[in-house]
């Protein structure tokens, strides 16, 4: 049995990472402690699978219990990380608590990952790290920006210390850094999918809940910049393709030992706020109200990803349209409404 064990695997990506490794023959061990998600996501990824997956309930910063979850599920294949806060404002209320769940929950996944001997780890970063770049697309030689809010920094420190740990003279550690850019969409069967909690921050959430009525109107955060319709561009990629890519990173460590590299996971193409809800329009035959409002403070004006290095190295290219992500995002919502 492969197993692999899966950090924030409740999440919103690690639930559909859950699936497709279950798709591609692992089994996967999750860790996730519900502190950004419910626990009805297990009985959805059950849906899928047939069965309901392991699951500890557990906090990544309580190193006793980890070392209890690798002793009774090991001997892991891989470690994915996905468990971390990741709430750009909040982290700037309470950067203390984004240090903690974000760093140092690594920092204890790493040293224990070292005594055992699980070598490959793959671990979630973001295209925040960028910031707003000087050139685009953007690959993975591009220079890091000053993090723009704790959050962003956690992302950075976690990947220089994953390097740091990688290049130890006496290191076995393996490690992928995924830098994802904006992942959006749900799984088809409407069993799993995006579950913000309060008011969403994020663009698709706010505007499936708008189109369901439960807000009254979507702001365009600002349509004086410097783009083709003003409004800020991004890198919307279904969370179904990117799920994919970490099966792709395992596979691609398989047999490599004390290597460290990092992938962007972006579709290589950039939409504007404006064209997402055209789209979305268009798609789905529901209105979105909306507005032009103020810029949002800190928001980059235009970023997508170079997705080349991935295709070629890892195999992996995104399939699904961003029509595709928003249908499957407005069939999660409605999914949501029955309940
Ligand atoms: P999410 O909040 O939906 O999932 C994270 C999961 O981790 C949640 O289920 C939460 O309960 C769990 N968790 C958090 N801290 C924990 C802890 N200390 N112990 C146990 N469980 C804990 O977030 P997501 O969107 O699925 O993001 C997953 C990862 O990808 C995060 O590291 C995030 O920073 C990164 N990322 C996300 C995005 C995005 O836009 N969603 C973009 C780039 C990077
Ligand atoms: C997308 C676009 C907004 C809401 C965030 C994190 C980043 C990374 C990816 C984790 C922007 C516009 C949004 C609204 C709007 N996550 N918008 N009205 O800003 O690219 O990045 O997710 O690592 O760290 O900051 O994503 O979904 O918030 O915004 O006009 O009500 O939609 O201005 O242009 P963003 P987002």
């Given at each position: 049995m492969k197993k692999v064990l899966?950090?924030?695997?409740a999440g919103f990506i690690g639930s559909h990472t859950v699936v497709e490794l279950h798709e591609a023959g692992y089994t996967p061990v999750i860790v996730d402690n519900f502190c950004n998600s419910h626990p009805d996501v297990l009985d959805g990824i059950a849906t899928i699978l047939g069965h309901s997956p392991i699951h500890?309930?557990?906090?990544?910063?309580?190193?006793?219990?980890?070392?209890?979850?690798f002793a009774k599920e090991g001997p892991f294949v891989g470690v994915i990380h996905f468990a971390a806060f990741k709430a750009?404002?909040?982290?700037?209320?309470?950067?203390?608590?984004?240090?903690?769940?974000?760093?140092?929950?690594?920092?204890?996944?790493l040293r224990i990952m070292s005594e055992l001997d699980c070598t490959n780890l793959v671990f979630s970063s973001s295209?925040?790290?960028?910031?707003?770049?000087?050139?685009?697309?953007?690959?993975?030689?591009?220079?890091f920006q000053h993090a723009n809010s704790p959050?962003?920094?956690?992302?950075?420190?976690?990947?220089?210390?994953?390097?740091?740990?990688?290049?130890?003279?006496?290191?076995?550690?393996?490690?992928?850094?995924?830098?994802?850019?904006?992942?959006?969409?749900?799984?088809?069967?409407?069993?799993?999918?995006e579950l913000p909690i309060g008011v969403p921050e994020n663009l698709i959430p706010y505007i499936t809940q708008t189109a369901a009525g439960k807000?009254?109107?979507?702001?365009?955060?600002?349509?004086?910049?410097?783009?083709s319709d003003g409004t800020c561009v991004r890198d919307y990629i279904h969370v179904v393709d990117l799920a994919k890519a970490h099966v792709a990173a395992l596979h691609w460590l398989t047999g490599k030992s004390n290597v460290c590299d990092s992938f962007n996971l972006g579709t290589g193409e950039g939409n504007t706020v404006k064209e997402v809800i055209d789209t979305f329009v268009e798609a789905t035959g529901t209105q979105v109200p909306h507005r032009i409002?103020?810029?949002?403070?800190?928001?980059?004006?235009?970023?997508?990803?170079?997705?080349?290095?991935?295709?070629?190295?890892?195999?992996?290219?995104?399939?699904?349209?961003?029509?595709?992500?928003?249908?499957?995002?407005?069939?999660?919502?409605?999914?949501l409404e029955e309940q």
């Open positions: 899966v950090t924030g695997g500890h309930n557990i906090d990544c910063t309580d190193e006793q219990a980890m070392r209890g979850v750009v404002g909040a982290s700037v209320n309470d950067p203390l608590s984004y240090y903690r769940n974000n760093v140092h929950a690594t920092e204890i996944l295209c925040t790290v960028y910031g707003q770049p000087k050139q685009l697309p953007v690959t993975e030689q591009t220079a959050y962003g920094y956690t992302k950075q420190v976690c990947e220089r210390i994953i390097q740091d740990v990688v290049a130890a003279p006496s290191s076995a550690t393996s490690a992928v850094l995924l830098r994802y850019f904006n992942p959006i969409g749900a799984h088809p069967s409407g069993a799993i999918g807000r009254k109107e979507i702001v365009i955060f600002g349509d004086d910049y410097e783009t409002g103020d810029r949002r403070p800190g928001d980059v004006e235009k970023i997508w990803a170079s997705a080349t290095k991935a295709q070629e190295e890892l195999g992996w290219k995104t399939t699904l349209s961003l029509k595709t992500a928003l249908i499957d995002a407005w069939n999660w919502q409605q999914k």
